[in-house]
């Protein structure tokens, strides 16, 4: 699910959206190995990872500093060597979701970025669907809903 606004006026509203937390966004992967938790909270800051540009990393313990980054999982399925997950992001940090699933040991499958061989090698593509966005028309007013089913079937 992508957004595009249509003029300067509905992309400032939709951005403040966004930034002010309003939209709701839940999207589906498929990550590496089985999620032990049927359902949790990482609530883990990030920081850019200024060795490696343009990458990101979650803070390290009793560091000071980086973005507060929170993110709601939910297993849908375990598989033979994967699992299927549910994130909801409160917030929208560059790469929180692979960042935050990476943190969990757990990648993404198919993630050329964030990935290791083998979970570059388990699928052909980033296993990364944005699934549903709830936010309001920027003209409207009108509570709008757009969801897309994932395409992870075994």
Known sequence: IMVF???KKAE??????FQ???SKKVYIA???GHVQQDQGIIDLAIVPDTEHPPYQKT??????????????????????NSTLVELSPETGRTHQLRVHM???GHAILGDEFYGDAEVIKAKPRLCLHAQSLSLTHPYSGKSL??????PFTE
């Open 59 to 80: 803070l390290q313990a009793g560091k000071t500093g980086g973005k507060s980054a929170l993110t709601h999982y939910r297993v849908l399925e375990r598989r033979e």
């Open 30 to 32: 498929e990550v590496m």
């Open 102 to 104: 990476l943190a969990l």
């Open 5 to 7: 606004a249509r003029n």
């Open 20 to 22: 002010d937390r309003q």
């Open 145 to 150: 809903f757009f969801s897309s089913k994932h």
């Open 12 to 17: 400032s509203h939709l951005k403040t959206q």
